[in-house]
């Protein structure tokens, strides 16, 4: 079919078609369809946009926001939502569904997409896929009948189960380029309680007033597996993951890491929201479980060898901060192997 293919592109001024394994001849119309179709599903260059990554986020009530990441700039990004898993039902035509990441700048030449669904029912499951148009053309993720799942929250609750109001903080996190110093507008975070929120949430560096090189997380917005607002609690651990797209061009494996943080102490009495800083773990305890222990171990070897200025870099590994990841921070970790190890709010 291929070759066929081919022939009928060369041919096309003939008035060819393909069949199941040759050409016949067909009217200019046909012909003319048969080039669109090739042109369509057939890019020159035979290579695809690789999307990867596909996470679901910011799940509420009536939204949700999906999250991805694309080895080539993208022009447009959108997403369908289906009630199956096979797509037999779609619901997207009516829904409200915006591109958040097409007015952060940056973002899109960085290959890197948000989109936001509103008008959805609480305690619903919903199936989606996304859809991401770059200079090869367009890919559909996840295929028919493995739609990604994701369920809406059940209620937004204002107070806890002793009547007290639910305030958890606004976290910021800084994110720079690899050099650690030049503030990287465009990539994008994504935090989770682990253990404790239903879904992560999501926010684009530099977004909403705050610095270039600054993400902000309203962690009133996390639900718990219940389906309700969550209420966080001092030392609640936070896995920050960091996506960096095309930022990391030349090494696009390596274009997202992780840090793990803790939750603040609320500083004010009564408790109100304020914005933190999400607070590091204990120096030895880079992986964030109250234990040193073979996990943390293995998360500084995963960038054993990288230095500052390498996508491979990361810094919540960097235990002794010295811009290199080595034998000295490996040393570090074992010096308290065994150890549990202390607040450090």
């Known amino acids: 079919m291929a070759g066929c293919i081919r022939r009928a592109r060369v041919l096309l001024l003939s008035k060819y078609r393909c069949s199941s394994s040759f050409l016949v001849k067909a009217s200019p119309r046909v012909a003319l369809l048969a080039l669109a179709l090739t042109l369509t599903f057939f890019p020159v260059s035979g290579v695809f946009a690789a999307v990867s990554d596909i996470t679901v986020t910011d799940v509420t009530t009536r939204a949700l926001s999906v999250v991805w990441v694309s080895d080539e700039p993208i022009i447009t990004a959108t997403i369908r939502i289906y009630s199956d898993i096979n797509g037999v039902s779609e619901l997207?035509?009516?829904?409200?569904?915006?591109?958040?990441?097409?007015?952060?700048?940056?973002?899109?030449?960085?290959?890197?997409?948000?989109?936001?669904?509103?008008?959805?029912?609480?305690?619903?499951?919903?199936y989606i896929q996304t859809e991401t148009v770059g200079s090869t053309g367009l890919v559909t993720l996840p295929v028919f009948s493995s739609l990604t799942l994701a369920r809406t929250a059940l209620e937004t609750n204002k107070v806890n189960a002793s009547s007290l109001p639910i305030v958890n903080d606004v976290l910021v996190h800084d994110v720079f380029f690899p050099d650690g110093v030049t503030p990287a507008?465009?990539?994008?975070?994504?935090?989770?309680?682990?253990?404790?929120?239903?879904?992560?949430?999501?926010?684009?560096?530099?977004?909403?007033?705050?610095?270039?090189?600054?993400?902000?997380?309203?962690?009133?917005?996390?639900?718990?597996?219940?389906?309700?607002?969550l209420e966080l609690s001092t030392d609640d651990a936070l896995k920050i993951t960091v996506?960096?797209?095309?930022?990391?061009?030349?090494?696009?494996?390596?274009?997202?890491?992780?840090e793990h943080r803790r939750t603040p102490v609320h500083e004010e009495t009564p408790v109100i929201t304020e914005v933190e800083l999400t607070p590091k773990c204990y120096i030895s305890d880079p992986f964030c479980d109250n234990t040193v222990n073979v996990l943390d171990v293995q998360f500084v070897l995963n960038s054993f060898g990288n230095n500052l200025g390498a996508c491979a870099y990361?810094?919540?590994?960097?235990?002794?901060?010295?811009?290199?990841?080595?034998?000295?921070?490996?040393?570090r970790v074992l010096n308290d192997f065994g150890d549990t190890v202390p607040s450090q709010n």
Do not use: M, W
């Open 243 to 258: 996506f960096r797209g095309l930022l990391c061009s030349t090494e696009f494996a390596n274009q997202k890491y992780i």
């Open 185 to 229: 507008p465009g990539t994008l975070i994504i935090a989770n309680a682990e253990g404790l929120s239903a879904y992560p949430l999501s926010s684009f560096v530099g977004e909403d007033g705050f610095a270039p090189q600054t993400a902000a997380i309203d962690t009133n917005n996390f639900f718990g597996a219940d389906g309700r607002s």
């Open 314 to 331: 990361n810094p919540g590994v960097d235990v002794i901060s010295d811009g290199q990841i080595n034998v000295l921070d490996v040393q």
């Open 92 to 126: 997207t035509p009516g829904l409200n569904v915006t591109t958040d990441s097409v007015v952060v700048a940056n973002a899109h030449v960085q290959g890197i997409a948000k989109v936001t669904v509103f008008g959805l029912v609480a305690d619903t499951d919903y």
